[in-house]
């Protein structure tokens, strides 16, 4: 039997697969994004069943909804919502995503794989009626998870937040009783720049219950904050803050 040794280079392998990767390296760009975001005030007892046992939940507690609408993006155009709880790591001020949903498998791919967001598939929007601006979420389709409504009323003044978001990274072993890879990621490098942004009333409803998405755990008790509009997004390098694996 004749042979050929293989030619694939390993040492520069971005992601998989390995000869045609899935997405591009970073960082990666998303101009001109469609955002909505609610910060509100939570249960903190609700934060901390889902946060790891070395991190504490402040109280009063802070969560934030935000949905993004990528018209065109490095990784394609999609759309995204994320539910971020803060908490506090050696006493500074982070958010911790703890639901993250998709309608692309580049978006779902790379978020899970390089920093470890939580990524699912969902049916999602940013969509207008009126002189509303709604987001909205649901998995299955039809079944309506959360909604989000702002009138836009007045330019946001917008200030800066030293909180950066941080991601549970779960990597399963592929083999037989191996442990799972487990760190605390920090996404620090992560950057959202307003473009236009606007502030005014809004509202902010869990709708429907599922213990398989139980965002409804995280309802809100007191809004604190909303904006809509345009921003610059770019994805680039995080690091590790905690190892967990093999703990």
Not at 21 to 39: C, G, H, I, N, T
Not at 168 to 197: E, F, M, N, T, W
Request: proline fraction near 9%.
């Amino acid at each position: 039997m004749s042979r050929i040794r293989g030619k694939l280079p390993t040492k520069d392998l971005w992601t998989m697969p390995g000869h045609t990767p899935l997405y591009a390296k970073l960082p990666m760009y998303f101009p001109d994004s469609e955002v909505l975001q609610v910060v509100y005030e939570t249960e903190p007892e609700a934060i901390a069943e889902i946060v790891p046992e070395d991190l504490e939940a402040p109280d009063p507690a802070e969560a934030m909804v935000t949905f993004f609408k990528f018209p065109f993006s490095t990784l394609g155009p999609y759309h995204e919502f994320a539910l971020d709880v803060k908490v506090l790591l050696d006493g500074q001020e982070k958010y911790l995503t703890a639901y993250n949903y998709v309608n692309s498998d580049v978006g779902l791919a790379a978020g899970r794989e390089i920093w470890g967001v939580p990524k699912k598939f969902a049916q999602l929007d940013i969509a207008k009626s009126y002189d509303l601006v709604m987001g909205y979420l649901e998995r299955p389709a039809g079944y309506r998870l959360i909604t989000a409504l702002i009138r836009p009323e007045e330019p946001a003044k917008l200030q800066p937040s030293t909180a950066t978001r941080m991601c549970l990274k779960i990597v399963p072993s592929a083999g037989d009783g191996g442990k799972p890879l487990i760190q605390l990621v920090d996404r620090y490098r992560h950057r959202l720049a307003a473009k236009v942004a606007w502030t005014g009333p809004c509202s902010l409803a869990f709708n429907e219950q599922s213990d398989l998405d139980p965002v409804y755990r995280l309802r809100p008790k007191r809004i604190i904050r909303c904006v809509y509009g345009t921003f610059d997004y770019t994805l680039d390098f995080g690091k590790v803050v905690r190892d967990y694996t093999g703990i």
